[in-house]
């Protein structure tokens, strides 16, 4: 069965750091994109960073561009996201996403990650 | 950026009604717009994409339509496992957006 799963969420304080991780098995990891994407407390779905599968193509949101940082290891069939300066508006949980060979819509969703900044 | 726009944002609903959502987007996306359930506590689950193409797996009562700036997704008979949030996503171009969610609740 093909599977993502995140790792790394955690409470931390404004302005620390976090590293989620997500594991990917039963698919051929090197030949497609991925997404992180979060969901803030009772809030919609929010897209965060996109990586092509050769890490030649790397995006970010707005909200987020400067602070964190994605990256893959294709030999271990992992994806991070390296969160720094943190904000209590980080707070939420991160999926990660596969997206779909040539576009970008999510195909395969892990169960997520919960981050909590808080004091 | 092109701004999605989903309505009704809460929709009532008994189990065998036809139901449908709407997905705008502020400028032209083509075809290039996807649909996720998402129940409580969950991740989301891709429904379809291209605007009308059923992922594998997915009930056929769900069907999506349109293009350019005007969406929809209908699920032709509710179902209790159809009591859900739903939200349209685009991917024509950076940055991706998705729709602010439709939840359908139990009337």
């Known amino acids: 069965e093909v599977q993502l799963i995140e790792s790394g969420g955690d409470l931390v304080q404004p302005g620390g750091s976090l590293r989620l991780s997500c594991a990917a098995s039963?698919?051929?990891?090197?030949?497609?994109?991925m997404n992180w994407v979060r969901q803030a407390p009772g809030k919609g779905l929010e897209w965060v960073s996109y990586i092509s599968a050769g890490s030649s193509t790397i995006y970010y949101a707005e909200s987020v561009k400067g602070r964190f940082t994605i990256s893959r290891d294709n030999a271990k069939n992992s994806l991070y996201l390296q969160m720094n300066s943190l904000r209590a508006e980080d707070t939420a949980v991160y999926f990660c996403?596969?997206?779909?060979?040539?576009?970008?819509?999510?195909?395969?969703w892990g169960k997520g990650t919960t981050v909590t900044v808080s004091s | 950026d092109i701004q999605m726009t989903q309505s009704p944002s809460t929709l009532s609903a008994s189990v065998g009604d036809r139901v449908t959502i709407t997905c705008r987007a502020s400028?032209?996306?083509?075809?290039?717009l996807a649909w996720y359930q998402q129940n409580p506590g969950k991740a989301p689950k891709l429904l379809i994409y291209k605007a009308s193409s059923l992922e594998s797996g997915v009930p056929s009562r769900f069907s999506g339509s349109g293009s350019g700036t005007e969406f929809t997704l209908t699920i032709s008979s509710l179902q209790p496992d159809d009591f859900a949030t739903y939200y349209c996503q685009r991917y024509n171009s950076y940055p991706w957006t998705f729709g602010q969610g439709t939840k359908v609740e139990i009337k």
């Open positions: 400028q032209s996306i083509s075809t290039s």
């Open positions: 039963e698919f051929t990891f090197s030949t497609y994109s």
């Open positions: 996403a596969r997206g779909s060979g040539s576009y970008a819509y999510m195909e395969v």
